[in-house]
């Protein structure tokens, strides 16, 4: 339901409650809170489905009903994210009360339209270092929430690439670049790093648009062993066209997340997005309930899942030890 709906729905309500009972009225009272979502990906998307439905049902376990006392603003900008900035001023001016966002170039976004609006993040890659917040302790500002620790774990996606493909001496890394994501130096470091250390040589590839992951693709398949798939929101809403193509080059490709391997792909090692999409909700109850954001630690993932997919690799040829089988968290049959 759209706001100006709720809000005409409301206000019909409100001049007929003369007769109704006391009860009723003081439920008519309840301000209805307005919290905008910057969204990195499609609305139609299942994965972009399943982390709204764990943020709504977490604020809703915290007694925020759509509807009732809390309304939702979900701004879409997938293909064209050089909108996002006018959707984060279009949110300021409707006085959100808290503004979600679905990764730390989203977070910058909003952060340079408000400077006194909550902001949360939902599954930032880096927020630490970036100047958005002091620090991970206290923020400060008006900025907090998820922090996925991204650049720590590229190391151990390079480590599990090379148990999948023994003889890999050469990994392509697929950047993507777009305004709705925030790209850390921390990241091609660690991995060049990574890298080094197991004898592999990276070959940096950046991605600027979407016709530009088959082709990026193709090119890492005629030099090198296998690709890595840094997680933002442009790879994140190609997830599809990524494993396809790395599909038909035969590429051995891991990912961040596991909705990549959900969509064809070999490997994903990473966080829980859609869990951590629902603690995202209680940084926005407490927010509501009257907390300084700058006061809310960016709370950090401890759990983190290794998902296989053994259609991928039985159409790569390749065998998954059994070592790397009895690490995952969930194996795609």
Same mark, same amino acid.
């Given at each position: 339901m759209k706001r100006r709906e709720l809000i005409t729905l409301l206000g019909g309500a409100a001049a007929a409650s003369v007769s109704?009972?006391?009860? *009723? +009225?003081?439920?008519?009272?309840?301000?209805? +809170? /307005?919290?905008?979502?910057?969204?990195?990906?499609?609305?139609?998307?299942?994965?972009?489905?399943?982390?709204?439905?764990?943020?709504?049902?977490?604020? +809703?376990? /915290?007694?925020? $009903?759509?509807?009732?006392?809390?309304?939702?603003?979900?701004?879409?900008?997938?293909?064209n994210p050089d909108r996002f900035s006018a959707m984060a001023a279009d949110l300021v001016q409707m006085n959100a009360s808290a503004i979600v966002a679905t990764s730390a170039g989203l977070v910058s976004i909003a952060r340079q339209a408000t400077g006194t609006i909550p902001i949360v993040a939902a599954s930032a890659g880096a927020l630490e270092? $970036?100047?958005? =917040?002091?620090?991970? +302790?206290?923020?400060?500002?008006?900025? !907090?929430? %998820?922090?996925?620790?991204?650049?720590?774990?590229?190391?151990?996606?390079?480590?599990? /690439?090379?148990q999948l493909v023994p003889n890999l !001496?050469?990994?392509?890394? =697929?950047?993507?670049? !777009?305004? *709705?994501?925030? %790209?850390? #130096?921390?990241?091609l470091e660690t991995i060049t790093e990574a890298a080094r250390a197991l004898q592999i040589q990276v070959h940096h590839v950046e991605v600027r648009s979407p016709d530009q992951f088959a082709v990026a693709v193709a090119a890492i398949a005629r030099e090198d062993q296998a690709a890595l798939v840094i997680a933002n929101p442009l790879s994140g809403s190609n997830a599809k066209? =990524?494993?396809?193509?790395?599909?038909?080059?035969?590429? #051995? $490709? =891991?990912?961040e997340f596991r909705f990549f391997a959900l969509a064809g792909g070999l490997l994903s090692y990473g966080a829980d997005n859609v869990l951590l999409h629902r603690n995202a909700a209680t940084y926005v109850d407490k927010i509501l309930k009257g907390a300084n954001p700058g006061d809310l630690p960016v709370q950090q993932p401890t759990k983190f899942e290794l998902v296989i997919n053994l259609n991928a690799a039985k159409a790569l040829g390749l065998t998954v030890p059994d070592k790397l089988l009895a690490l995952a968290d969930e194996v795609i049959e």
């Open positions: 109704w009972p006391l009860p *009723a +009225r003081a439920q008519q009272r309840e301000r209805l +809170r /307005l919290v905008g979502l910057l969204w990195g990906l499609a609305a139609d998307d299942p994965e972009s489905q399943r982390r709204f439905a764990a943020f709504a049902g977490g604020l +809703r376990e /915290l007694g925020w $009903t759509e509807g009732k006392n809390v309304a939702f603003e979900l701004r879409y900008a997938v293909g270092g $970036t100047g958005l =917040i002091a620090s991970l +302790r206290r923020p400060g500002g008006n900025v !907090t929430g %998820n922090q996925i620790l991204s650049p720590e774990l590229m190391s151990k996606r390079v480590e599990l /690439l090379k !001496t050469r990994l392509g890394v =697929i950047d993507p670049v !777009t305004p *709705a994501a925030i %790209n850390s #130096p921390r990241y066209v =990524i494993a396809g193509s790395a599909a038909q080059n035969r590429l #051995p $490709t =891991i990912y």
